[in-house]
């Protein structure tokens, strides 16, 4: 048993890995299209020779990279990445989504736990802190670039 990267046609990676699953082939355990890889779908399965031919039938599968994958080369996909990563105290930001949403503020505090950062906005006349979750955010200025 293997992980094998699959070469798909751009953009076509979830598509490719859907019908893959859809097979419901025995000897194909999953399927992983991960947003940062763009044109290959990574496949756990018993041997390249069950997924070529599976792969036969796929539109949009190109081909099977030659060789197999470690797991320790995908594990990093497997995780997600909190929102809060890149984001740094002292940073300015533009809220986008919430009550305060198109409001800049500045980062105050960072929550990795609970993936949370506390901003003071810019506009307003008494400084008043607010909680946001990091995914309502987006970085416009960083004091470390």
């Known amino acids: 048993m ?5 070469k798909t046609t751009a953009s076509q990676e979830r ?3 859907d019908m893959i699953i859809n097979r419901e082939e025995p000897d194909i355990h999953a399927a992983l299209a991960p947003d940062s890889l763009t ?3 990574m496949v ?27 797991i320790s080369e ?4 497997l995780s997600p990445k909190p929102d809060v990563e890149g984001i740094a105290e002292g940073d300015i930001v ?5 009550p305060f949403k198109g409001e800049k503020a500045q980062v105050q505090r960072i929550d990795e736990g609970k ?5 003071e906005l810019y506009e307003a006349t ?8 990091g995914d309502q955010i987006r970085v416009l200025d960083s004091d470390e670039r």
Do not use: C, K, M, W
């Not at 293997?2 to 699959?6: K, R």
């Not at 756990?44 to 470690?70: F, K, M, Q, T, Y």
């Not at 993936?115 to 901003?119: A, G, I």
């Not at 008494?126 to 979750?133: E, K, L, S």
């Open 2 to 6: 293997g992980i094998f990267a699959v």
């Open 15 to 17: 598509t490719v890995a």
């Open 39 to 41: 044109s290959y779908v």
């Open 44 to 70: 756990e399965a018993e041997g390249d020779a069950v997924l070529n031919r599976v792969l036969e039938d796929i539109p949009h599968a190109r081909s099977i990279v030659p060789g197999e994958s470690d």
């Open 74 to 77: 995908v594990e990093h996909f």
């Open 94 to 98: 533009e809220l986008i989504a919430g």
């Open 115 to 119: 993936d949370q950062v506390t901003v």
């Open 126 to 133: 008494v400084p008043i802190p607010v909680t946001v979750r």
